[in-house]
């Protein structure tokens, strides 16, 4: 059987890997990483830098990359997404992973995104099981929350590059900027 896991970045990737391999071995895994949402370019090289160097270390011998960075795109339709910017940033990417599943011959898909207590995990999951019903393959469903402390404590000792926000320019905003008192 085989799985295409959607991956975020390294960090996010550890613990749901080590679980999939562990619990489920009869799945031959493909890391999948497709995240135009990343804001700026120099943080999704750094993430992108990040995952080919974990997925070396611990022997993750398929890793596709889309390496398109379509950030006008993901901007405009975040901005007009009904349901929100997040909402419209796990429907893409969910959407796009069920896609190269079922046009690659994987027999399911998941997603690193179901590892994080920062994620909107409800929105995740639904946008995961639209895509699969959309594109007709299966999504293979996990809570990979258990393991988020593991995972963190994995990745630093690995002193891997453990970015700040989630992703886009928005989360970045949100993270960063503070208004000051007088400002609104």
């Known amino acids: 059987m085989r799985m295409l896991l ?11 890997v ?3 391999q562990e619990e489920y071995p009869e799945y031959e895994i493909a890391g999948y990483f497709y995240n135009p949402n990343i804001h700026p370019y120099k943080e999704f090289v750094k993430r992108l830098d990040t995952l080919k160097a974990f997925a070396e270390k611990i022997g993750l011998n398929s890793l596709i990359i889309d390496e398109s960075y379509t950030l006008e795109e993901f901007l405009l339709e975040a901005l007009q997404a009904p349901g929100g910017r997040c909402t ?6 969910m959407r796009q992973t069920a896609r190269y599943a079922k046009e690659h011959g994987f027999d399911c898909f998941s997603t690193t995104l179901l590892v994080s207590p920062y994620q909107q995990h409800d929105l ?11 594109e007709g393959v299966s ?5 990979f929350r258990t393991g988020w402390q593991e995972g963190v404590k994995i990745s630093r000792e690995l002193e891997m590059y453990r970015q700040p926000y989630c992703g886009c320019v928005f989360s970045e905003r949100d ?6 008192k007088g400002q609104s």
């Open 6 to 16: 959607h991956v975020c970045c390294g960090p996010c990737s550890v613990f749901p």
């Open 18 to 20: 080590k679980q999939l």
């Open 88 to 93: 419209h940033c796990y429907d893409l990417r």
């Open 124 to 134: 995740i999951k639904a946008a995961a099981e639209k895509a699969a019903t959309a």
């Open 139 to 143: 999504f293979f469903y996990l809570d």
């Open 175 to 180: 993270r960063y900027y503070k208004p000051r």
